[in-house]
């Protein structure tokens, strides 16, 4: 469940109407409920068969491929990263033109780094049409892309895939390997996010990938290796409008086990009963989570510059599996202050008793901020 | 108290001389508005160049094109995916028409745009999705709609190579920023190629970069691609303008010598009108220099209530003049949309400024002079005349002095502009010191000679003579005003004369099929295939020639260019200015060189036997031997005439813009041209089918419509001229009222008295009409061989038409006599009683 796909919808007026778009742009309900006739739907329970649900579904609607991880270097130095590519079709069809440039596949892709030492959050965003070769998914080798952002596979999809792009502030050369297998999310990777039939996505995740590589910033290279986790989603519709945000949670605990979580807040301050999440243990099996089986609890709030505020550190308490989890974040400043704004940032996972670190993570949190105007 | 009384003293003069008080502010309203006109012509017209180009290349540093010819769109995803240059957006532009007016239909993409321009992202941000799905959709600026009277969502028919296609405007973008450029019309670039039939190319890639980005970039380029700075490109551009700009200045220029006269005019007539009652106040204790004080702060009251009114004026001409500006850019350099007037305050400043400095320095002598008045002793007119006679030869002697000046600078070795009009300022301001003396010399041998002449002539012509000190200032105006009009007049029928004659030279042909852009009148289209085949294989065809239009870069700067297939009767049709004919006929239809138009020679300091560097699509940079320059009045910024042969070799481009059709018998013209007419109901795209002589006329009329706005600053200076014999008149009339009423009781009828007013004005005129044709000789000398050689590049042969000769006498005699009639009415009504009674 990601918030890039909003961040287009939204932006984007919810629908191909000639209508210019209603200011009420953000409205999370709207966005990525709203009308989504004439794409397919994320009815039923569906068969996964892969490499080929790694490449593009345009049938659908909006879809991501979602790469969070953490890093380190030789010395300690503790670093976090992004790399999002996102997928919306602003119309079903294509419009017959002669012009190549004639696209209804639009892309957007997000890259930032955090800098554990230097507290520092790097961020950058792009832009393009499914058009000339521009971005898009192409099969073999498989590759998705925007511009020269890529993740990539060598030889047809088959693992270890890289990671490289470069921004103005730093460059990323990671190569990717699974130490678990895919994980499908909610019921076999239909992942219902609002009542309404069809107001789902399908949902799998890569939730442990070993990550080595390069980074680099100010010329300067050093080496680094961590974990990351690949979220692949896809759908035409999840949210009502009854739905403000969500806060979400991937984390890597050092047992082996992997945990993520989502509550959906309501606009009446409850949390959404379709809030969820799934728990992987060392071998890669997956138990899902209900709401009832979890709680989060906010346990600190930062405050930007021009005053939104988020929780950035959780309470997270699993009785049946006897995890009481503190998540505080690697530093507060980790806003993703693109096109629309959100918070998306490495976190350390300690035990909510003795502080003692249990693991690493990624924590996104949509929904704080009104829609700019 | 005594200020009170000085005040008082000139209100009621005023009270009583209610038209010398709005005379003078008239002058110098008029003054005012035309300079302000012109600056405020000239400066919107600067502005929405700027904006245009500003909102065309908004913050890009760089552009890779292929020197002018659209190109692949491929190399843009190399840029990106392979490069990583990500601050790029690829343009395709072209022309469209709606409703008559053309518009600059940008397309672009708005997913890469928010670098590059402000206007365009917002505008295109908020309509993303229908822009990007909807093949007909573009965006217009609210003021280009609300002036065309549509509204959002309206469905437009434009007008694209002569063909109608609907769009929708699916949204009006902002103005109210006040940087709005007008004439934009911005739709996703996927709809422009569709629209301009350019499917599969890109015309220019906008980027931003730093000087080292920029270098590594360049060295990446394939061959047919170039990378230039903006600036460059933009330099070049704004370069084409100058000259005309310059030009439309030198007529503000003109406007503020003649408006400067009529204000020094109206100024010292109202002091020497008081100097009775000036004297009377320096008896009553006033001293000269409080004198001296209220006399110039009285002028710079009504030179300040004359500058506002003449604001208003000025805006209002300004939008008249604005319209004539923009003609003349379109149909001489490039497609540009002004309609709003932009009022810069240097404009406003300036304008008042020169008003307000004009009436003081009028005043600053009649101030002098009165406060220098003794307080018993009036001055009779006769000593006045006495003193301002000799004043008149030490002002001609300076005069001669600026006039030779004037013709040092001139011919001073410079190409710079300036000092071209520099020299025509000094030209005219030596020659109108002069005037007095002559004119004075001029009536002496007249009365000498006339001594036949009735009374009431002799009555008229001593009267000249005896106020001569005010006359002379009409006379001089009058002359200033007219001398512009024939120097003006002489170049214009010269400039015409020698187009006519080159368009009668260049036009070998009897038929001309051409493609039209639909836009201005350049035939910058591509002719369907099938015309070359028909036309090759039509009975009765001597010979035909084609020709290519192109715009290449030549040394960097975008030039237009004539790829040109000549047949047997094209090289009459070039007149070679230098180089050997000969021999570079030989060479270019070999393929070994190219032929240079005179303003691009005179523009880049180029001759015979230099090399020029042009880029090529296929080989990148050629470097090519000039074979000759010729006369070409067609491109004021310089044409490029290429063989056939050697472009085919360096571009892809086999299309061809324009066929000409000799016929080896003339008497058939009209029924080929039918023939081909019937053609062109085949073709696909438009096409023009004229004669030599429908191409003569309308070139001619493209030529009349350039020179139109002189036409009406002729017009003004001739307006303002004869306001200043009006006052001159009027003055006079009141000054010798006594005089007249003792003519009147010694038997004079009314009409007799008016026939001597009138006589006197025609005098006046004739004066000034005589005088007038020198200076109107030299001025056009000047505007020949200096301002149009270095401004334009072009020179002409002179051609001295009699009958604008005729005209200058005529104009000036007309509108001295016109200025005369109401004096005249006013003289015969004026009761004798009254008059006599001054006594």
Redesign the interface.
């Known amino acids: 469940m990601r918030w890039g796909s909003m961040l287009l919808v939204g932006l984007l007026g919810a629908s191909g109407c000639s209508q210019p778009p209603a200011q009420s742009g953000l409205d999370l309900g709207v966005a990525l409920g709203g009308d989504a006739s004439g794409y397919a739907r994320a009815l039923d329970i569906r068969r996964f068969s892969f490499p080929e649900d790694h490449f593009s579904h345009p049938e659908f609607r909006n879809e991501w491929w979602y790469l969070t991880g953490n890093l380190s270097t030789d010395n300690g130095d503790l670093y976090g990263y992004q790399v999002t590519f996102f997928r919306t079709a602003i119309s079903p069809q294509r419009q017959a033109d002669a012009s190549h440039w004639r696209s209804h596949q639009l892309w957007m892709a997000h890259a930032a780094l955090s800098n554990g030492q230097t507290k520092r959050h790097l961020f950058a965003e792009r832009w393009s049409r499914d058009a000339l070769k521009l971005a898009g998914v192409q099969q073999a080798p498989f590759r998705v892309w925007l511009d020269d952002w890529r993740i990539e596979a060598t030889q047809g999809a088959a693992f270890p895939w890289q990671v490289t792009l470069k921004t103005e502030q730093f460059e990323l050369a990671l190569t990717l390997s699974p130490q678990k297998p895919i994980v499908l999310q909610g019921n076999q990777g239909l992942s219902q996010k609002s009542s309404a039939p069809g107001n789902a996505s399908y949902y799998y995740s890569l939730p442990r990938l070993d990550t080595s590589g390069t980074l680099t910033q100010a010329h300067h290279s050093m080496q680094v290796t961590g974990l990351s986790w690949l979220d692949r989603e896809w759908s035409s519709s999840a949210l009502t409008s009854e739905q403000v945000g969500w806060d979400w949670f991937a984390l890597q605990l050092e047992d082996g086990r992997d945990l993520m979580i989502y509550q959906l807040r309501r606009k009446d301050g409850q949390t959404d009963p379709h809030s969820a999440g799934t728990l992987i243990d060392k071998q890669g099996r997956a138990t899902a989570l209900q709401l009832a089986e979890f709680q989060l609890q906010p346990l600190r709030w930062w405050q930007t510059k021009d005053g939104a505020s988020y929780p950035t550190g959780w309470r997270i308490t699993l009785p049946a599996q006897d995890l009481d989890l503190k998540i505080l974040p690697l530093f507060d400043a980790q806003e993703m202050q693109t096109t629309l704004r959100y918070w998306e940032g490495a976190v350390i996972v300690q035990d909510q008793r003795s502080g003692t670190p249990l693991g690493r993570g990624y924590l996104e949190m949509t929904g704080y901020v009104a829609a700019p105007d | 108290m005594v200020s009170l009384n000085l005040v008082l003293s000139s209100t009621r003069f005023f009270r009583r001389h209610p038209w010398q008080f709005w005379l003078s502010i008239l002058s110098i309203a008029l003054g005012t508005a035309v300079i302000v006109a012109v600056d405020l012509a000239n400066a919107s017209a600067q502005r929405a160049f700027a904006l245009s180009l500003d909102a065309l290349t908004g913050r890009a540093t760089h552009q890779i094109s292929a020197g002018g010819t659209p190109f692949d769109?491929?190399f843009?995803?190399v840029l990106?995916?392979?490069?990583?240059y990500?601050h790029s957006a690829p343009i395709v532009a072209g022309w469209l028409r709606i409703e008559g007016e053309t518009f600059t239909l940008l397309g672009i993409?708005p997913?890469?745009e928010p670098m590059f321009r402000n206007l365009t992202t917002r505008a295109a941000?908020?309509?993303?999705?229908?822009l990007?799905?909807?093949?007909d959709?573009v965006l217009m600026s609210q003021m280009d709609a609300a002036r065309l009277g549509f509204s959002r969502?309206d469905r437009v028919p434009v007008e694209i190579q002569g063909q109608t296609h609907p769009v929708q405007l699916?949204?009006l973008y902002d103005t109210t920023q006040n940087v709005t450029p007008e004439g934009i019309l911005i739709t996703?670039?996927?709809?422009a190629?569709?629209l301009l039939d350019r499917?599969?190319t890109l015309d220019r890639i906008d980027l931003i970069l730093n000087a080292d980005a920029a270098e590594r970039l360049r060295s990446a380029l394939p061959p047919q691609l170039k990378l230039d700075s903006v600036g460059a490109k933009q330099g070049a551009l704004k370069q084409m303008t100058r000259a005309f700009y310059i030009n439309l200045s030198a007529l503000s220029l003109l406007a503020m010598v003649v408006g400067g006269f009529l204000v020094y005019n109206s100024i010292a007539l109202s002091v020497l009108q008081r100097r009775e009652q000036l004297a009377v106040a320096r008896m009553l204790g006033v001293t000269g220099g409080q004198l001296f004080v209220h006399i110039c702060l009285e002028a710079l009251i009504i030179g300040l209530l004359g500058a506002l009114l003449g604001l208003f004026l000025g805006v209002g001409l300004a939008q008249f003049l604005v319209a004539l500006v923009t003609r003349t850019i379109n149909d001489l350099y490039f497609v540009l949309n002004v309609s709003q007037l932009h009022l810069a305050t240097w404009v406003i400043l300036k304008g008042v400024g020169v008003a307000l400095l004009g009436t003081l320095l009028a005043a600053i002598g009649p101030a002098l002079e009165a406060a220098h008045l003794a307080p018993m002793l009036v001055l009779r007119r006769s000593e006045l005349e006495r003193q301002s006679r000799r004043l008149f030869p030490r002002l001609a002697l300076g005069g001669l002095g600026l006039l030779i000046l004037g013709v040092l600078v001139a011919v001073w070795p410079s190409e710079a502009l300036i000092v071209g009009f520099g020299a025509l300022f000094l030209l005219i301001l030596g020659y109108s010191l002069a005037i007095p003396y002559m004119s004075a010399w001029l009536l002496k041998r007249l009365e000498a000679t006339l001594r036949w002449l009735p009374t009431t002539a002799k009555l008229a012509l001593r009267s000249i003579t005896a106020g001569f000190s005010r006359i002379a200032l009409a006379i001089t105006a009058l002359t200033i005003a007219v001398s512009a009009t024939v120097g003006v007049g002489i170049m214009i029928d010269s400039f015409r004369h020698s187009v006519s004659h080159w368009l009668e030279l260049t036009l070998q042909n009897d038929l001309y099929v051409s493609a039209t852009s639909g836009v201005a009148s350049r035939a910058e289209g591509t002719l369907d295939n099938f015309w070359l085949e028909r036309i090759a294989h039509l009975p009765g065809v001597a010979a035909y020639s084609t020709g290519r239009s192109v715009k290449l870069d030549v040394d960097s700067i975008p030039t237009d260019t004539l790829i040109l297939s000549p047949s047997v009767y094209t090289t009459q049709g070039f007149e070679i200015l230098a180089g050997d004919t000969q021999t570079a006929w030989q060479a270019f239809l070999a393929g070994q060189n190219v032929l240079i138009s005179e303003p691009l020679a005179q523009h880049r300091g180029l001759g015979p036997g230099d090399r020029v560097r042009v880029f090529s699509t296929l080989h990148g940079e050629l470097s090519l031997p000039i074979g000759a320059v010729f006369r070409d009045y067609g491109s004021s910024q310089g044409m490029l005439v290429m063989p056939r042969n050697l472009y085919a070799e360096h571009w892809q481009d086999p299309a061809l813009s324009a066929i000409g059709i000799k016929l080896r018998n003339p008497s058939q013209i009209t029924a080929v041209k039918l023939l081909l007419k019937r053609w062109s109901k085949e073709a696909t795209r438009p096409v023009s089918i004229r004669s030599n002589i429908e191409i003569r006329q309308r070139s001619l009329m493209i030529f009349d419509r350039t020179f139109a706005i002189t036409q009406v600053l002729r017009l003004l200076a001739i307006v303002v001229a004869f306001v200043g014999v009006f006052s001159a008149l009027m003055a006079l009339l009141l000054e010798k009222r006594r005089e007249n009423a003792v003519l009147r009781a010694v038997g004079m009828t009314p009409l007799q008295m008016r026939g001597m007013l009138l006589l006197q004005s025609a005098m006046i005129g004739s004066l000034a009409g005589v005088l007038s044709v020198p200076l109107g000789w030299l001025m056009s000398e000047m505007l020949i061989l200096v301002i149009n050689q270095r401004a334009f590049g072009w020179s002409m042969e002179h051609h001295f038409p009699l009958a604008v000769l005729f005209a200058a006498f005529g104009t000036a005699l007309s509108s001295a006599i016109l200025a005369a009639l109401y004096p005249a009415w006013r003289l015969a009504r004026a009761p004798i009683a009254s008059g006599l009674r001054e006594e």
């Open positions: 769109e491929g843009y995803t990106r995916t392979k490069l990583g990500q993409d997913l890469a941000q908020a309509q993303l999705i229908p990007l799905t909807r093949p959709a969502l699916i949204d996703d670039i996927a709809t190629q569709t499917v599969g």
